[in-house]
């Protein structure tokens, strides 16, 4: 399963880089909003830091604009995926900027008929938003479920971008329903690491460790 860090923070992507766990970057306005930087400014860092796709999102609503924008993003660097929203204008710009060679990735996608039409239009990635699904006391676990179901039932290659993750939980249930990429806050994939009984057993081990008088180097 692949990890992407849903951020435009730069030090927490390096931090999270150092670590091992980024494989690509999604942004969207709203985080771009809360870094306080310019979108292009911003994206390039992003993508000097991390080998792997970084999502940059569009803001025109209409067909012609969003091309535009798109091919702007895509010339920021090799590794920017362009991201559109699902309409069906995101949904036509997703079938040009794709058939240039460009990876889209196909965002706010709130059913499993959505998908469908984002894998019919040649989306690279689906994201289906979880957390907001849950918001609204439907369950986002089982549309990653339906639209797994329905990608293989008719080999579709777009991958399943689990988004708009809220709790380690959330990944727990993507991996195990095979989900491909979940994209998550920095601070959710490190709590993954967490757990009390470590905490517990380590705090014992070092009080032993010191009681014994035990030295390694
Ligand atoms: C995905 O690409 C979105 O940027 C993100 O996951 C949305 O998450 P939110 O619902 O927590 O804002």
Redesign the pocket.
């Known amino acids: 399963m692949k990890f992407f860090v849903?951020t435009a923070d730069v030090d927490a992507i390096r931090e999270l880089n150092d670590l091992g766990f980024v494989d690509g970057v999604?942004?969207?306005p709203?985080?771009i909003k809360k870094s306080g930087r310019d979108i292009l400014e911003v994206t390039k860092e992003i993508c000097e830091i991390v080998d792997g796709p970084v999502?940059a999102?569009v803001v025109a609503l209409e067909y012609d604009a969003m091309v535009a924008e798109g091919r702007k993003l895509a010339q920021i660097a090799d590794n920017v995926v362009i991201?559109l929203p699902l309409t069906l204008d995101g949904l036509k710009a997703c079938k040009t900027l794709a058939s240039e060679g460009h990876k889209i990735?196909v965002?706010l996608c709130f059913s499993a008929n959505q998908a469908l039409l984002a894998a019919k239009a040649g989306a690279t990635f689906i994201?289906p938003?979880i957390?907001?699904l849950d918001?609204i006391n439907l369950d986002g676990v089982d549309l990653i479920e339906d639209i797994r179901t329905i990608y293989d039932n008719y080999g579709y290659e777009t991958e399943i971008?689990a988004?708009?993750?809220?709790t380690v939980n959330h990944i727990t249930e993507c991996a195990k329903i095979g989900a491909d990429v979940i994209?998550?806050?920095a601070n959710v994939i490190k709590a993954m690491a967490s757990h009390v009984l470590t905490d517990k057993g380590l705090a014992q081990f070092v009080k032993d460790a010191e009681d014994a008088g035990i030295k390694i180097v």
């Open positions: 849903d999604t942004t969207n709203s985080l999502s999102e991201k990735n965002t994201s938003f957390g907001r918001d971008l988004a708009s993750i809220r994209t998550a806050p």
